[in-house]
């Protein structure tokens, strides 16, 4: 089993910048890639961006070259840096581990950006 508890949602204003935490714990050596998603009001999940165990990024074109994911080994923590933030970029934003068996995923967490 894998825990995954997000944190740092809030409500900010467009241009604004957020940092979303994502820790694991359980039996993380099983994990083989970690990422974040998001859903908006009416709106099926989507991919925002992933992560492999040896750093290797992945991001949908929505959010490229304004959010950057990146990992803390040693404190088993994924982020995502959000930079130039949009009020389309409204939604709850979920973590994700994906092991060879299971998908798991976080309770995720609120982010509104509006004025």
């Known amino acids: 089993q894998v825990q995954l508890v997000e944190s740092g949602g809030d409500l900010v204003q467009p241009g604004g910048s957020l940092r979303l935490s994502c820790a694991a714990s359980?039996?993380?050596?099983?994990?083989?890639?970690m990422g974040w998603y998001r859903q908006a009001p009416g709106k099926q999940r989507e991919l925002v961006a992933t992560i492999t165990n040896s750093g290797g990024t992945n991001y949908a074109n929505s959010v490229k070259d304004r959010f950057t994911i990146s990992r803390n080994n040693p404190k088993n923590t994924v982020y995502l840096q959000m930079n130039s933030l949009k009020p389309e970029d409204t939604a709850v934003y979920y973590c994700n581990a994906k092991t060879l068996q299971v998908n798991y995923w976080g309770q995720g967490t609120q982010v509104t950006v509006s004025s």
């Open positions: 359980g039996s993380i050596f099983s994990i083989y890639l």
